[in-house]
């Protein structure tokens, strides 16, 4: 490692510190709404405020490693009216800013739609949102393409 790069490892839930859960459960429920302070959020969930703030910036969970950055993802719908405006609903609810959609043509009564947007202002997470659009009736499959 040179210079200011940093070096990063995927560690499983299971093998981490119980510390390192509760700093992501802080942040999950100050994401959400859940609470509106870090003093109320780390009270209700067992940590000390030092220890939130000494771990916040280094610790999330893989799917939140987006956060201010692009998410490209695929999705794959039967060709029903309003579809569309029923997928980027689910992304406008969550405050993600979509950046571009891109629909193909509907080929035996499926079209792919990919759609990037910028996570930085969004409300919960990545998986979040690919929950909740696979859950818009005619979705088919729902997965993330690409993320810088």
Do not use: H, W
Request: overall charge positive; charged content about 20%; glycine content about 6%.
């Amino acid at each position: 490692m040179t210079g200011n790069q940093q070096e990063y490892y995927l560690v499983s839930k299971n093998a981490m510190p119980e510390v390192f859960l509760k700093v992501i459960e802080v942040k999950q429920r100050l994401n959400t709404g859940e609470f509106n302070s870090v003093n109320e959020a780390v009270r209700n969930v067992g940590i000390s405020r030092s220890a939130y703030y000494k771990y916040k910036d280094s610790v999330l969970p893989f799917y939140e490693a987006t956060n201010g950055k692009k998410v490209t993802v695929l999705i794959s719908v039967e060709n029903f009216r309003g579809i569309l405006a029923s997928v980027i609903g689910k992304i406008s609810t969550s405050r993600a800013n979509i950046l571009t959609i891109n629909q193909n043509i509907p080929i035996n009564g499926v079209a792919d739609i990919s759609i990037s947007f910028d996570t930085d202002s969004m409300l919960g997470t990545v998986e979040d949102i690919l929950n909740d659009i696979s859950r818009v009736a005619g979705v088919r499959k729902c997965v993330i393409l690409s993320r810088e």
